[in-house]
T-cell receptor, first 113, second 115 residues
Framework: DGGITQSPKYLFRKEGQNVTLSCEQN?????MYWYRQDPGQGLRLIYY???????QKGDIAEGYSVSREKKESFPLTVTSAQKNPTAFYLC????????????FGPGTRLTVL | AQSVTQLGSHVSVSEGALVLLRCNYS??????LFWYVQYPNQGLQLLLK??????LVKGINGFEAEFKKSETSFHLTKPSAHMSDAAEYFC?????????????FGPGTRLSVLP
């Protein structure tokens, strides 16, 4: 089955620690995205990548970093610089950036203790 | 710049009643429009999409939406609500330009279905 996997489903971290969220897709999609979801605020774009070794900041990139070394993988690191990291994080992919629907993973809920 | 508004952050209907979730958008060029559904603690699932052609679009689970250019709307409907329809619904729009940042989501509408 083709799809997007995110791991772990739930993640806890202490303040001041960096943490990396995994996102893998086997849809052969070129473009990948990371969103943050907070209650009542919909989805906000953190980073996106249209091709391997290329990525762009979204609307709320501060305190986050990404890499795209392989087409199928787009990990997100939440750094200690992110002031309010507790949220639900969603990874998505699409065939390309241009006018294609996005397919979503199941999400990772990050809680900072 | 594109934007999406969804009237009503929370909508309640009785089981068997009509479901109507509203979506209005602003876009300077012809848009592609989408409705997604999200169940608690899950990712988003595509319900339906409008790209070109027929303005009445049918999706999964008995939902449909109509693109009305003159009203800049893309409202989601279902003739008869089922308990399993309780979820959050997001309208989204994409149009030309900086594609990566032009997939814009609305704030979402939480649908409750009462027995």
């Amino acid at each position: 089955d083709g799809g997007i996997t995110q791991s772990p489903k739930y993640l806890f971290r202490k303040e001041g620690q960096n943490v990396t969220l995994s996102c893998e897709q086997n849809l052969n999609h070129d473009a990948m995205y990371w969103y943050r979801q907070d209650p009542g605020q919909g989805l906000r774009l953190i980073y996106y990548s249209q091709i391997v070794n290329d990525f762009q900041k979204g609307d709320i990139a501060e305190g986050y970093s990404v890499s795209r070394e392989k087409k199928e993988s787009f990990p997100l690191t939440v750094t200690s610089a992110q002031k309010n990291p507790t949220a639900f994080y969603l990874c998505a992919s699409s065939m390309s950036l241009a006018l294609n629907e996005q397919f979503f993973g199941p999400g990772t809920r990050l809680t900072v203790l | 710049a594109q934007s999406v508004t969804q009237l009503g952050s929370h909508v309640s209907v009785s089981e068997g009643a009509l479901v109507l979730l509203r979506c209005n958008y602003s876009s300077s060029v012809p848009p592609y429009l989408f409705w997604y559904v999200q169940y608690p603690n899950q990712g988003l699932q595509l319900l339906l999409k409008y790209t070109t052609g027929a303005t009445l679009v049918k999706g999964i689970n008995g939902f449909e939406a109509e693109f009305k250019k003159s009203e800049t709307s893309f409202h989601l409907t279902k003739p008869s609500a089922h308990m399993s329809d309780a979820a959050e619904y997001f309208c989204a729009v994409i149009s030309g330009g900086n594609y990566g940042q032009n997939f814009v989501f609305g704030p979402g509408t939480r649908l409750s279905v009462l027995p």
